[in-house]
C-alpha cells in the first residue's frame, strides 16, 4: 500500500506541479496591475464563492461521497453504483443551482457579510458586487467538479482530476493579457475568466467519466438511501467545513477594516504557501482519502495504521524543510514573483511579512490534510467538527490579540497578525486529531519517530544555513532583470534541496523510508 500511496501522490503531486506554476504566473500578470482598490474588490469577489467551493464542494460534500462511494463500489454490483452517481449528481445540482441563484441576486449582502469595510469606500463595494455576480456561478461548476474528480479518484484516475486546475490558471492568464487591458475596469475581465474557467473544468473531465461508464444523468434523489447517507454525512461535515471558512471570513472582515493593500498582500502570501501545500500535503489528502477509506472498509487496521504513518513522514520530512525555505527566501521570493509594474516595495516587504507568518503554519496546514482523511474515511465526521471548533475559537481570540491592538494603534503590518493566528491555529487542530487517533488506537505510529525526528531538523539547520548566507537579498534582486532573479532564487532553492538531502543522508536517513517505513523500522508492539 506504501508504493501505492508513493505512486498515486506523486501523479497528483505532478499535475498540480503544472497547476501551482501555471498559478504563479496568473499571479504574476496580476501583480502588473498593481495594488489599488480593484484588486482588493477582485480577491474579495473571487474568495466568496471560494469560501462556498470549499465549504460544499471540496470540504463536506467530497468528505462524505468518497467514502460512501467506496462502499457501494466494495459491496454493490455497478448499476447500483451508477444509480447512486446519477442521484447525487441530480441533487448536487439541483440544491446548489437554487444556493448559486439566491447568491447572484444578493450579491451586495454577501459583499457586505465578507468585507464591512468596503462599505465605506462606494467604488470599491459596487465594484466587488458586479464582479461577484459574475464569480458566484464559479461555485456550482467546481462543486460539480469535485463529484466528478471524488469518482475518478476512487477508480484510481487521479491524474485528470488534478490536471483540472490547470485550466483555471490558463483562462485568467488569457483574460488578463487580451481582455482586461481594453477595459476601463480590467479586473472585471477576470471575474469573467472565473465564469468561463469553471465550465472549462468541468466539461474537461466529462470525456474521463464517460471512459468508466460513469458519466452521469442527473436525476434528482433527496429519498434515495445512498443520497441520504452521503447528506447525513455532509451536514457534520458542513459544520467543520464551515469552521474553517468561517475563520478565512474572519480574517477577510477584520482585513477589509486594515489600510487598502492588506486583502492583497495576504493574498499573495497565502499563494506561495500554497504552492508546497498544494504540491504536496493537498495531493497526499487528495490520494489517502479513498485509500484509506477502501482500507476500511476491507476492515484492515494494521493497513491503515502503516498507511497513515507513511504519510505523516512524508509530511515532516517534506513539510519541514518547506516551512524552512519560505521563511527565509519570504522577500526575496515575492520580490522575485511579484515585483513588476506597479507592485511596489513596500508590498514586497509587506507581503514578505504575511509569508513568514503563514510559513510557520505550513507544517500545520499539511498535517491536518492528511490526519483528518483518517477520519472521513471511517465516516466519523463529527470528530474534526469538534476538534475544528476548538481551533476557530484558539484562532479567533488570537486574531483579536494580534490584530486589534496594531489597527488601534495604526501600526504597518498588522495584516500579518491575521496570517500568524491562521498558523498557529493550525497546529492546535493538527495536536488534537492526532491525539484523538492515538486515544482511538486507530493509528500507533511505526518505531524510529525521535530519531527520524532529530535527524530532519539537523538537516534543517544545514539547509538554513546555506540558503540564509548566500541567497540574495531584496535590494540586489532589484538591480537584476526578471530572468536574473529567477535563476538567482532557483539556484538557492535548489542548493537549499540539496544541502537538506545530503545532510539527511550524513545523518542515516534513507530516502527508502518514504517509500516503506514500517518495513524498515517494523512496528510497536
Known amino acids: 500500500m506504501s508504493g501505492r500511496l508513493v505512486k ?118 459596487d465594484l466587488t458586487a458586479h464582479m461577484l455576480r459574475f464569480t458566484f456561478p464559479y461555485l456550482l461548476f467546481m462543486a460539480l467538479v469535485a463529484f466528478a474528480a471524488g469518482i475518478l479518484n476512487s477508480y484510481g484516475r487521479f491524474a485528470a482530476a488534478a490536471f483540472t486546475p490547470v485550466w483555471l490558471n490558463v483562462v485568467l492568464i488569457a483574460m488578463a493579457l487580451l481582455v482586461a487591458p481594453g477595459l476601463e475596469q480590467p479586473m472585471i475581465a477576470l471575474s469573467w475568466g472565473v465564469l468561463i474557467a469553471g465550465f ?25 438511501a445512498g443520497v441520504r447517507k452521503v447528506l447525513k454525512l455532509m451536514v457534520p461535515g458542513i459544520i467543520g467545513s464551515s469552521v474553517s471558512q468561517i475563520n478565512l471570513l474572519f480574517d477577510t472582515l477584520l482585513a477589509s477594516f486594515l489600510v487598502t493593500g492588506s486583502v492583497s498582500w495576504l493574498y499573495y502570501a497565502d499563494r506561495l504557501v500554497e504552492f508546497p501545500l498544494g504540491v504536496f500535503g493537498i495531493a497526499l489528502a487528495t490520494v489517502i482519502l479513498p485509500i484509506l477509506s477502501r482500507t476500511h472498509a476491507r476492515g484492515s487496521a494494521e493497513e491503515f495504521s502503516q498507511t497513515l504513518d507513511t504519510a505523516l513522514r512524508w509530511v515532516l520530512l517534506i513539510g519541514l524543510p518547506a516551512a524552512a525555505g519560505l521563511i527565509i527566501l519570504a522577500r526575496p521570493a515575492v520580490s522575485t514573483l511579484f515585483q513588476y509594474g506597479d507592485f511596489q516595495r513596500h508590498d514586497v516587504d509587506m507581503a514578505g511579512l504575511a509569508l513568514v507568518a503563514y510559513g510557520l503554519g505550513l507544517p500545520g496546514f499539511m498535517l491536518v490534510k492528511v490526519l483528518a482523511p483518517a477520519f472521513f474515511s471511517r465516516q466519523d465526521t463529527k470528530t474534526p467538527v469538534k476538534i475544528a471548533i476548538r481551533a476557530l475559537l484558539a484562532n479567533m481570540v488570537m486574531n483579536v490579540l494580534f490584530v486589534v491592538p496594531l489597527l488601534l494603534l495604526q501600526v504597518p503590518g498588522a495584516h500579518a497578525g491575521l496570517a500568524l493566528a491562521t498558523a498557529l491555529a493550525s497546529y492546535i487542530n493538527a495536536g488534537l486529531l492526532y491525539r484523538q487517533l492515538r486515544r482511538d488506537a486507530v493509528y500507533r505510529p511505526a518505531s524510529g519517530w525521535p530519531r527520524l525526528l532529530l535527524q530532519m531538523m539537523s538537516a534543517i539547520g544545514v539547509m538554513a544555513v546555506v540558503v540564509g548566507w548566500g541567497a540574495p537579498g531584496v535590494e540586489v534582486l532589484t538591480s537584476l532583470t526578471g530572468m536574473q532573479r529567477a535563476l538567482q532564487i532557483s539556484l538557492w532553492i535548489a542548493a537549499g534541496v540539496a544541502s537538506y538531502l545530503l545532510a539527511l543522508r550524513l545523518a542515516g536517513v534513507r530516502l527508502s523510508l518514504l517509500w516503506a517505513p514500517a518495513a524498515e523500522t517494523g512496528r510497536k508492539p
Open 200 to 224: 472549462v473544468q468541468l466539461v474537461f473531465l466529462l470525456p474521463a467519466l464517460a471512459r468508466i461508464r460513469l458519466l452521469p444523468r442527473p436525476r434528482w434523489g433527496l429519498r434515495d
Open 8 to 125: 498515486s501522490t506523486a501523479t497528483v503531486g505532478a499535475m498540480t506541479l503544472i497547476s501551482r506554476v501555471l498559478g504563479l504566473l496568473r499571479d504574476m500578470v496580476f501583480a502588473r496591475f498593481g495594488i489599488d482598490a480593484g484588486m482588493d474588490a477582485f480577491f474579495v469577489a473571487f474568495k466568496i464563492p471560494n469560501f462556498m467551493r470549499r465549504l460544499f464542494a471540496e470540504g463536506a460534500f467530497s468528505q462524505a461521497f468518497v467514502p460512501v462511494l467506496s462502499e457501494y463500489k466494495a459491496r454493490q454490483q455497478q448499476a447500483e453504483v451508477k444509480a447512486l452517481v446519477d442521484r447525487v449528481a441530480g441533487t448536487l445540482l439541483g440544491l446548489l443551482g437554487l444556493l448559486v441563484l439566491v447568491g447572484v441576486l444578493a450579491s451586495p449582502l454577501l459583499v457586505l457579510l465578507f468585507a464591512p469595510g468596503f462599505w465605506s469606500n462606494p467604488l470599491k463595494f
